[in-house]
Each structure stands twice: as structure tokens, then as C-alpha cells.
């Protein structure tokens, strides 16, 4: 996922997505400890993610809060 990808999305969509993520990372995590996971370069696509959407999230708060 790009950045400018994750910029076009709603609020809403942002933090489903998020969700999304996170679970998908808990599931990646268990599966390294238990010695399945077949691509570990996906662990970190899937930390560059979480960390673009919480960067948009925290971009669009911030602005939020100048604005008022």
C-alpha cells in the first residue's frame, strides 16, 4: 500500500484498515514463532503499513486541531 493511496481514504476507512493490519501482523507474528511463515519480508510490509496509516491518522488530527 502507498502513501498516496492510504491519503485518499475516509477516517473510517483509515482505522478499519488499521484493524485490519494489526490482525493480519498478530497472525504473521504466531506464525514466525511456530516456524510457518514462508515470506518474512511480509512482517515488514505489513509494520510499514501500520505505520503510514497511523501517520495519516495522526496528519489529519493534527491538522484537526489547527483548524479550530
Do not use: H
Amino acid at each position: 500500500m502507498k502513501a498516496s493511496e492510504v491519503r485518499e481514504k475516509s477516517q473510517i476507512e483509515l482505522e478499519q484498515e488499521l484493524g485490519a493490519l494489526k490482525s493480519e501482523l498478530f497472525k504473521l507474528r504466531f506464525q514466525l514463532a511456530t516456524n510457518q511463515l514462508d515470506n518474512p519480508m511480509k512482517l515488514k510490509d505489513v509494520k510499514k503499513s501500520i505505520a503510514r496509516v497511523r501517520t495519516v491518522l495522526r496528519e489529519r488530527e493534527l491538522q484537526a486541531a489547527g483548524n479550530e
